[in-house]
């Protein structure tokens, strides 16, 4: 009888242990697409909300953000390539269950063909170089010679994805790699790999403040680190600058406590409003989950079932 009651527990104890972790990760992987979802949309409720403020000098009036606009010329709700290249990345995450620079960056050529008007110089000049038939390799560094630099905000805003599909130690090298596809200049690069940080470590449940933290301690770029480490000291300025766009999203997450109240201080700056409205939209929805934003924005936002459709997938992607 002994014997059959400790038999009887031991077996007990397996069943519970095995229901606990089944429970477990299928809670995780809940969670996981909740969070995803929110980096997507959020991302792109931040380029629609700050792409008709683009390129204003003066700080826009809040009360105009509380729901999309048609001003100058867009359809509200509309986003523009900041979306259209961050759904490239994931769509080829998804894909290729990895990162795959061949498989991305006809993916991110082909968003381009779609529009080519609205992309920002670096990029434009990148994808028509591939169009004309140079080597993807070689095109990012060719497009930096020929304008001087590249130290622009495209690779940053298109990253997200790859902080909801890595969490481990490759995270930074993947988030560099796919920047330098582009964005020739290595700061560039740093930056897209501190903010795919912070949505990594947001979209598994640490605090925003550990987030920021994580970043920190894993940036290896003493310009980046420098600026990024002191976001209170400085103003922020919503540049075409990889840099400048960084920190002024990151500085409206941090100081922000709401999803709504972060993308209304981050594209009130105007400026490259669209930009750092996206980049900021992904950390606050990384943070928060799709369930934080505001139903008057879900339901304004073009294509919103495409956004979610790659979120799932990407979400999917990353537990295989």
Not at 66 to 90: C, E, H, I, M, W
Not at 172 to 183: I, K, W
Request: aromatic letters at 8%; one cysteine or more; proline letters at 5%.
């Amino acid at each position: 009888m002994e014997k059959l009651f400790f038999l009887h527990t031991i077996t007990f104890l397996h069943v519970t242990s095995f229901y606990r972790n089944v429970i477990y990760f299928f809670g995780e992987v809940y969670i996981l697409i909740l969070h995803a979802a929110g980096t997507l949309v959020g991302l792109a409720i931040g380029d629609a909300l700050g792409a008709p403020f683009e390129g204003m000098t003066v700080p826009v009036k809040r009360a105009f953000l509380r729901d999309y606009t048609s001003n100058r010329g867009r359809k509200p709700g509309y986003f523009t390539d900041d979306t259209g290249q961050a759904l490239a990345v994931a769509a080829s995450l998804a894909a290729c269950r990895g990162f795959s620079p061949e498989d991305m960056m006809a993916r991110l050529v082909g968003s381009y063909l779609v529009d080519p008007a609205v992309y920002g110089p670096t990029s434009r000049v990148v994808y028509s170089l591939v169009l004309a038939g140079m080597d993807p390799r070689a095109a990012a560094r060719a497009a930096h010679r020929i304008r001087g630099s590249s130290r622009s905000n495209g690779s940053v805003m298109r990253g997200p994805p790859i902080g909801v599909f890595y969490a481990g130690p490759e995270l930074e090298a993947v988030s560099m790699a796919c920047s330098r596809l582009t964005h020739h200049d290595p700061v560039a690069g740093a930056c897209s790999a501190f903010v795919n940080r912070m949505v990594s470590d947001l979209c598994r449940g640490a605090p925003r403040e550990r987030a920021y933290g994580r970043a920190l301690t894993r940036c290896r770029d003493d310009e980046v680190l420098a600026l990024l480490g002191s976001l209170h000291r400085f103003d922020p300025v919503p540049g075409l600058d990889c840099l400048l766009a960084t920190h002024a999203a990151v500085s409206a997450f941090m100081e922000h406590g709401t999803f709504e109240d972060t993308l209304v201080a981050a594209v009130s700056l105007g400026g490259d409003a669209d930009t750092v409205g996206a980049i900021a939209g992904a950390l606050a929805g990384a943070c928060s989950g799709i369930g934080a934003v505001p139903r008057r924005w879900l339901a304004g936002l073009h294509d919103l079932s495409r956004v979610t459709r790659t979120a799932w997938r990407l979400a999917e992607a990353s537990r295989a």
